[in-house]
């Protein structure tokens, strides 16, 4: 089944191109099937490419997908056009009465920031909250992941004395579990930050398993499996050149950055990186949302009851 955006939405043009099928909206309300919907809170600085990594990921599902774009109102973001958020993103605060299969919140390029610093904390906070009652899975990804498995648990972050940056390997700690279904035993995965959580300060109480770990890198994913909740800490949606770019503009701008681990072809930032992780990324969507399929109410009102 295809994605279903809007049709004037870029990621649209961006997805029909790679051969993802993307379905208009009118055609979606005649077929006689209930679609998942699935909300992105997107707090990244580059929307659109952020749209299209995710939309491609969910676009790939046999199911149809609703792809609802979420902001937050307390923050108006600097490096989109005000014409873009107002055309395709719909502040939390005004869809606080519906119901959601699925929400994703992404990562923010904040994470050196206490999380009580952040502007918009408080009301991240209140859709965390409001995610119990409204949302039957969340799916929380780099420093998205870290504020939520603070918000609901106190767990920290702890700054890292380099930034672990590149591309690493880790392990599948857990082959039974659905949202792994179909993954190598070892995998390599993007990583881009400054911060991590650490295995000693997860609560022992709460339900929490750790499905992927890097010896490099720590953990790399979490579930909370009462909650439905994944905590994805790494990139695995990054586009083949996600690192090379980010890579280039900080040397552009003067910073000292290293050049990403196990990226570029012999670490020549000059040659253009190889993508090992894409087969990946979608198995991880794909199992998510065929347990979001296989346990959701088919009457959307009964998630959170």
Known sequence: MPIRIPANL???TVLAREGVMVMAEDDADRQDIRPLRVALLNLMPDKIRTEAQIARLVGAS????ELHLLRMASHSPKTASPEHMLSFYRPWD???SEKFD???????PIELMDFEQVTYWPELSALFDWADDHVHSLFSICWGAQAALYHYHGVPKHTLDAKAFGVFRHRNLAPSSPYLRGFSDDFSIPVSRWTEVRRADLPEDRGIEVLMEGADTGLCM????AK???YMFNHVEYDSTSLAEEYHRDVAKGSQIAVPKNYFPADDPTRSPENRWRSHAHLLFGNWLNE???STPFDIAEIGG
């Open 228 to 230: 439905r909740r994944l």
């Open 10 to 12: 870029p990621a649209a």
């Open 94 to 96: 005004e869809v606080r």
């Open 62 to 65: 046999p199911l149809q997908v």
């Open 222 to 225: 979490l579930v909370e499996a």
């Open 292 to 294: 979001l399929y296989q």
């Open 102 to 108: 699925g929400l994703i919140v992404t990562g923010a």
